[in-house]
Structures are given as C-alpha cells and as structure tokens.
Nanobody
Framework: QVQLVESGGGLVQPGGSLRLSCATS????????LGWWRQVPGKQREMVANAIRVGSPKYADSVKGRFTISRDINNTVTLQMDSLRFEDTATYYC???????????????WGRGTQVTVSS
C-alpha cells in the first residue's frame, strides 16, 4: 500500500527557513518520481520541485535558488525552503508520479498536505 505523509509545515517569518519531509511507503515508489506541489485557495495546484528518478531535480522558477529537494534511499523526500517569502504561503503536498522509463503505471499518489504560512 502506498502512503505519503508530510510533516514540517508551520509559521515562519519572511526570510526564514522551513524543512518539509515526506515519509513514504510502498516499494513501487522506487519506480516513481517524487516531488512537492503547493496550492493556495482559489488557485491551481502548482509544481514546486521534483526529484526525478534519473537526472537533476526540477524546480519552479519562483523557488530556484531558494528551495532544495532531496530524496533518500528510503524514498523519503525533503524540501528545504530558505529565504521564504509571503507568496510561498500555501498548502504543500507530497506527490508521486510514475516515471515512464521504469513503469507502465499511470497511477499518481498524493499526501494530505501540510500548511506553510509566511507572515510577519
């Protein structure tokens, strides 16, 4: 059974840092890309960072140079967020998407989300 459980959200001042973590289960995730998305009420969910199975991580332009994604051998994926801005306030979701080079699966998985609020 696949599970994605986020932790680490909270309230932080502008310019501060937070570290999000996503603990996962399910061996199929070895064939998946793991990443972080975020959503603000009334807006579409957007990709923040993606630790693809092969190659360099991908980042949204708005977070390049400030956020760093990493993935360990246990498929725990973390998002280090530095120099946080008001506009980074959102619910952050852990996301798993099948990598086409490794699996025919089309099933995606989402965590329940963790709130990040940047406020003074």
């Amino acid at each position: 059974q696949v599970q994605l459980v986020e932790s680490g959200g909270g309230l932080v001042q502008p310019g501060g840092s937070l570290r999000l973590s996503c603990a996962t289960s399910g061996s199929i995730l070895n064939l998946y890309d793991l990443g972080w998305w975020r959503q603000v009420p009334g807006k579409q969910r957007e990709m923040v960072a993606n630790a693809i199975r092969v190659g360099s991580p991908k980042y949204a332009d708005s977070v390049k140079g400030r956020f760093t994604i990493s993935r360990d051998i246990n498929n725990t994926v973390t998002l280090q967020m530095d120099s946080l801005r008001f506009e980074d306030t959102a619910t952050y979701y852990c996301h798993a998407t099948p990598h086409p080079a490794f699996t025919w699966s089309k099933v995606e998985y989402w965590g329940r989300g963790t709130q990040v609020t940047v406020s003074s």
